[in-house]
């Protein structure tokens, strides 16, 4: 890895010696590393190395575009803000191939902390904060400038749809294992379908969205644990606002983690889901029209049954997309979705309930 780093390195013209690196789990897609530079005046720097899956992402060029445009939009619009840095190779290019496999891109690295879970509501509300500030500063940028670079990405209906047509062919022969599961998000296609439906009629806001809203794609200050920016910029597309909430609520308002074994232990947490919202609508206060806060549950519920049929998408395929750690690592994050799902169903009138109610405080205070 070390002789690959260093290439990379001086392809990015990166100033010092490799001093230190180290793999860094992030994400289920692609590969991190944080490399150390010892510079000529013995001053260290750090750069996350990232190699982009192009397994994922088939478009990986289209999606630096992108990145350079809302990564430039919003550094003109807030100077003073963190900002994220990608560096340029000598041929002007935020990226590098090294070969048709190896796409390989440079950020500064941002001291800070990020969380995979957390108990704090106070965090959970500044993440709710950062998402929807994020929303919110990308509001009049031109979404006709960026590229779909995953086509239909979060198409529920169409999701649904493809799991159903795998279960059908069911090439690895192991549908007969999941038949519960199946059953279970045959049950929910209208209701998880709906969304995406009138979205893809244009019948609800068209919006520039992260689409990728998990805790730890927000950096936060080691001391002050206030938000500092907002990362994994891979699959910013047009998209629905209320998908964003609903993403970061699926992940962050879990009892559990998302890939908890023990589904006894996957609960909906309604006092993470307050926090979040209150940060959230907080931050998008009077920008959201009334059908994307009357729809914040709604896509909750969609966002999970659409994971849930990722996951198991890829099992009954052969677990090719995300990464797995073991065999059964997609099954056991479908049964987890679906655990949630179900809590998510059982909890709706109250979620309802108190997305109503942050609302009224706000407007009171
Ligand atoms: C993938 O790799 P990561 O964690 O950034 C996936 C998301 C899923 C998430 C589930 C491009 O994101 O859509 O919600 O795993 N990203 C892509 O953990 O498919
Ligand atoms: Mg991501």
Redesign the pocket.
């Known amino acids: 890895m070390f002789n690959t780093l260093t290439v990379i390195g001086k392809k990015f013209r990166l100033e010092g010696e490799i001093y230190s690196y180290q793999a860094i789990s992030m994400?289920?897609?692609?590969a991190t590393y944080k490399v150390t530079y010892m510079r000529a005046d013995d001053t260290l720097k750090s750069y996350l190395f990232q190699r982009v899956n192009t397994h994922?992402f088939k478009s990986p060029v289209k999606i630096m575009e992108n990145i350079d445009r809302v990564t430039t939009f919003i550094r003109e619009k807030y100077p003073d803000q963190v900002g994220l840095h990608f560096h340029h190779t000598d041929e002007g290019l935020n990226y590098f191939v090294q070969d048709s496999d190896s796409f390989w891109r440079v950020i500064n690295y941002v001291d800070s902390v990020t969380f995979n879970a957390s108990d704090d509501l106070a965090v959970i509300e500044a993440t709710g904060k950062a998402f929807g500030n994020f929303q919110m500063q990308l509001a009049d940028f031109d979404g006709a400038l960026l590229h779909e670079t995953?086509p239909d990405f979060h198409n529920t209906k169409k999701r649904l749809d493809t799991l159903f047509m795998h279960v059908e062919e069911d090439a690895y022969g192991r549908v007969r294992e999941v038949a519960a599961e199946v059953k279970y998000i045959e049950e929910s296609r209208a209701l998880a379908s709906e969304l995406s439906i009138l979205f893809a009629d244009g019948k609800l806001p068209k919006r520039v969205t992260h689409n990728?809203t998990?805790c730890n794609n927000v950096l936060f200050d080691r001391k002050t644990k206030e938000p500092l920016v907002v990362i994994?910029l891979?699959?910013i597309m047009p998209g629905m606002s209320m998908y964003d909430f609903a993403?970061a609520v699926r992940f962050i308002a879990n009892t559990a983690a998302?890939d908890e074994a023990d589904i006894s232990r996957v609960f909906f947490d309604t006092a993470k889901f307050r926090a979040f919202a209150k940060g959230f609508i907080g931050a998008t206060k009077g920008a959201l029209e009334n059908i994307e806060i009357a729809t914040l549950v709604k896509a909750t519920f969609a966002i999970t049954i659409e994971?849930a049929a990722r996951f198991l998408d890829d099992y009954i395929t052969g677990d090719k997309y995300?990464k797995c750690v073991y065999p059964k690592h997609n099954l056991v994050r479908t049964r987890c979705q679906l655990a949630l799902a179900k809590d998510i169903q059982r909890k709706w009138d109250e979620l309802e309930w108190i997305v109503r109610d942050v609302i009224e405080k706000q407007l009171s205070e």
Request: charged share 40%; no cysteine.
């Open positions: 994400g289920n897609i692609n994922v995953i990728d998990k994994d891979d699959t993403d998302e994971l995300f």
